[in-house]
């Protein structure tokens, strides 16, 4: 616990000084509008995956769950 607590006393002022100076992106608006609307198309995608997954998770837990019966036959 210690040595971690000396590697992260050691590492932190390292990362504080290498971004010394602003960086000053020359983005317009449109860059922005066009990153939001990359980000929205992404959103959109995964939403019906993540619905899907929960769906396949419940019909597994459900199939699970359920006490099968084992008829014999004659």
Request: charged share 15%; proline share 3%; net charge positive.
């Amino acid at each position: 616990m210690k040595a971690l607590a000396t590697l992260i006393a050691t590492l932190a002022p390292a990362t504080a000084f290498a971004a010394s100076t602003l960086h000053e992106d020359n983005s317009g608006i449109f860059v922005w509008v066009f990153l939001g609307f990359c980000a929205l198309i992404v959103v959109v995608q995964v939403m019906p995956a993540v619905i899907l997954m929960l769906g396949f998770a419940k019909g597994l837990s459900e199939k699970m769950s359920k006490k099968q019966e084992v008829v014999a036959h004659k």
